[in-house]
């Protein structure tokens, strides 16, 4: 079933107040003219009639523009979608069809058997609570010019369980292959997130992409 990508006054007021209480990243600009909100495999993330998905249903997002901007959302968009909190019906299809190999990491076959090993303790433990709240963008990715072939992008999801003025950062390596974003496995093939603080400055807040202020 494809999901309406225009999202409502409500849930978008809903998402925007949430992310608002779990950090202090600049959000008091004017959300960006091309930046919504739809809660979409268990978590409200960002979505962009320019940057992507150009296709989201109940299970997959794809359709990311070659850019920094692209690449943020669907950094955003392929993490969520391979926790094992997001269910069997929508990991499996996104890491068969949108994660790829690299030597050394593990592969596509044994990143789905280890999250599908994870999923029913994951599901117990996911916080409904938690929000995709910011991005890191590599060094230097403001003067990249598009197409961008690959990209290292930090996540930052606040949850109830950090601490207060803490986020969990989680590191996702992205190539743009066959016309879109695809996933390198994570190196152990589970997402382990990092602490960041909420102060760092070199976050950036998802509704600062877009016309007003954006990544790309």
Same mark, same amino acid.
């Given at each position: 079933m494809a999901i309406p990508l225009a999202s409502s006054e409500d849930s978008r007021a809903a998402a925007t107040s949430a992310i608002a209480t779990a950090s202090p990243i600049p959000l008091n600009h004017r959300p960006g003219q091309d930046i919504s909100w739809r809660h979409t495999a268990g978590r409200t993330l960002p979505i962009s009639a320019s940057a992507g998905p150009a296709q989201l249903t109940t299970h997959q997002a794809r359709g990311f523009a070659p850019t920094t901007d692209g690449a943020a959302l669907a950094a955003? =968009?392929?993490?969520? =979608?391979?926790? $094992? #909190?997001?269910? #069997?019906?929508?990991? %499996?299809? %996104?890491?068969?069809?949108?994660?790829? #190999?690299i030597p050394g990491r593990p592969t596509p076959g044994q990143f789905l058997a280890l999250t599908r090993r994870a999923s029913p303790r994951q599901q117990q433990a996911d916080d409904p609570s938690a929000q995709t709240?910011?991005? &890191?963008?590599?060094? &230097?990715? =403001?003067?990249? #010019?598009? $197409? @961008? &072939?690959? @990209? %290292? @992008?930090? !996540? *930052? !999801?606040?949850?109830?369980?950090?601490p207060h003025g803490q986020l969990n950062e989680y590191t996702v390596q992205l190539l743009w292959r066959r016309g879109d974003w695809r996933m390198i496995p994570p190196p152990a093939g589970t997402w382990t997130p990092r602490r960041t603080s909420t102060a760092d400055r070199a976050l950036t *807040?998802?509704? &600062?992409?877009?016309?007003t202020g954006g990544a790309s």
């Open positions: 955003a =968009h392929l993490l969520q =979608h391979t926790q $094992p #909190s997001a269910g #069997s019906a929508v990991f %499996t299809p %996104t890491i068969t069809e949108q994660v790829v #190999s709240v910011a991005f &890191r963008l590599p060094p &230097r990715a =403001h003067a990249m #010019s598009p $197409p @961008i &072939r690959s @990209i %290292t @992008i930090g !996540v *930052a !999801v606040a949850d109830g369980c950090t *807040a998802y509704n &600062r992409l877009g016309p």
